[in-house]
């Protein structure tokens, strides 16, 4: 006897359990607020073209950075792409909704097109860039053109009298 009154108060204390929760999570008939899990995001498009400042003609093969972290000084690889023979580039990324985006432009492809120094852009969405509402955690999406100039590299002057090579 005493063993059945125990079991049947363990299943009272199990189907007491499950149902809290079961009403403490989501509220179970609002409209208003349907249940969601996961997490917040928001679609987002970057594209853009990559021209020389002093000929403002479109540089191709110029490597284009998105860094994986947003406040990442050191703009660890997170995306990447290469402009086209007309200077474009594109990017396309789902996200956790921030407003702050960072590019690295660079000529990595030496003397073939040109020699030209790298830029660090960092730019913001604004609600102007969105070009879809969004409801509960998406974010709708933001679209964004960023044209850059990039300069030709500056050469370091060099001081004093060249050295000759060592002779033995």
């Excluded at 403490?24 to 021209?51: L, Q, R």
């Excluded at 407003?99 to 969405?125: A, S």
Aim: hydrophobic share 30%; net charge negative; with cysteine.
């Amino acid at each position: 006897m005493k063993t059945r009154c125990i079991k049947l108060f363990d299943k009272l204390i199990v189907v007491l359990l499950g149902a809290t929760g079961l009403f403490a999570g989501c509220k179970i008939g609002e409209i208003d607020s349907p249940m969601e899990y996961g997490t917040p995001s928001a679609e987002y498009e970057i594209n853009g073209t990559v021209t020389a400042t002093a000929t403002s003609e479109p540089i191709r093969n110029i490597r284009v950075v998105r860094p994986r972290y947003w406040d990442e000084p050191s703009l660890e690889f997170g995306d990447t792409t290469y402009t086209d023979e007309a200077g474009k580039y594109h990017f396309e990324f789902d996200n956790f909704p921030n407003k702050d985006y960072q590019l690295k432009f660079e000529d990595i492809d030496g003397e073939e097109n040109g020699t030209y120094g790298f830029k660090t852009v960092k730019g913001e969405f604004t609600k102007q860039d969105q070009v879809e509402e969004g409801k509960g955690w998406y974010g709708g999406k933001f679209v964004k053109t960023e044209d850059v100039t990039l300069d030709e590299p500056m050469v370091a002057p060099m001081y004093g009298v060249p050295s000759t090579p060592f002779q033995p």
